[in-house]
């Protein structure tokens, strides 16, 4: 298990027992870490002299994706069919959930609503549930910084994406 991730024992007498990590042979998506680095670039070609906030308080939603680029071509010895080849990426996540005022990550991110260029710059680190680790220089962008019905929980999301190739370290030996 990830260090930081060990289980805790609940305090009421509904959650006896330890937090569960899995359910079956599926490990539960609550250990992912989301940290976003709330100096902007200050460090960015060190990870860990960056000032870093946990995204988690009001998060319920880590989606990633690799926003690739592809060339499609068809070829007569294809018989109709084409292929398709990825020659780029854009990786991304996309982060979303509910706007907890006072939190650290949150508040920097909403702060940088109206922002453009180099501002909307900063480190970015997702440890997933087995431990395995990207990371790198993103770029906030399409910020929610509040918003909903009326009665509802005030909405929060943005997307991170990548500036190039993010650094990428696999889960230590003993989760493999």
Same mark, same amino acid.
């Given at each position: *298990?990830?260090?930081?991730?060990?289980? $805790?024992? +609940?305090?009421? %007498?509904?959650? &006896?027992? /330890?937090? %569960?990590?899995?359910?079956? @042979?599926?490990?539960?998506?609550?250990?992912? #870490?989301?940290?976003?680095?709330?100096?902007?670039? /200050?460090?960015?070609? =060190?990870?860990?002299?960056?000032?870093?906030?946990?995204?988690?308080?009001?998060?319920?939603?880590?989606?990633? /994706? +690799?926003?690739?680029?592809?060339?499609?071509?068809?070829?007569?010895?294809?018989?109709?069919?084409?292929? =398709?080849?990825? $020659?780029? #990426?854009?990786?991304?996540?996309?982060? !979303? +959930?509910?706007?907890?005022?006072?939190?650290?990550?949150?508040?920097?991110?909403?702060? @940088? *609503?109206?922002?453009?260029?180099?501002?909307? @710059? $900063?480190? *970015?680190?997702?440890?997933?549930?087995?431990?395995?680790?990207?990371? +790198?220089?993103?770029?906030?962008?399409?910020?929610? %910084?509040?918003?909903?019905?009326?009665? /509802? #929980? &005030?909405?929060?999301?943005?997307?991170?994406?990548?500036?190039? #190739?993010?650094?990428? !370290?696999?889960?230590?030996? =003993?989760? =493999?």
């Amino acid at each position: *298990m990830p260090e930081g991730n060990t289980p $805790t024992t +609940g305090t009421s %007498p509904l959650t &006896q027992g /330890a937090t %569960p990590t899995h359910i079956g @042979k599926f490990l539960l998506n609550w250990q992912n #870490k989301i940290e976003i680095a709330t100096d902007g670039l /200050a460090h960015a070609d =060190s990870i860990e002299q960056a000032t870093w906030a946990r995204l988690a308080a009001g998060i319920n939603n880590l989606t990633p /994706a +690799g926003n690739d680029t592809t060339v499609n071509d068809e070829y007569y010895d294809g018989e109709g069919f084409g292929t =398709s080849d990825v $020659t780029s #990426k854009r990786y991304q996540f996309t982060v !979303a +959930g509910h706007r907890v005022y006072g939190d650290k990550a949150q508040d920097y991110i909403a702060s @940088k *609503m109206l922002e453009i260029g180099d501002n909307l @710059k $900063t480190l *970015m680190r997702v440890t997933f549930a087995d431990g395995s680790q990207v990371y +790198g220089v993103v770029t906030l962008t399409n910020i929610v %910084p509040a918003g909903g019905q009326p009665g /509802a #929980k &005030q909405t929060f999301s943005f997307v991170a994406v990548f500036n190039g #190739k993010p650094k990428f !370290a696999p889960a230590p030996a =003993s989760h =493999s």
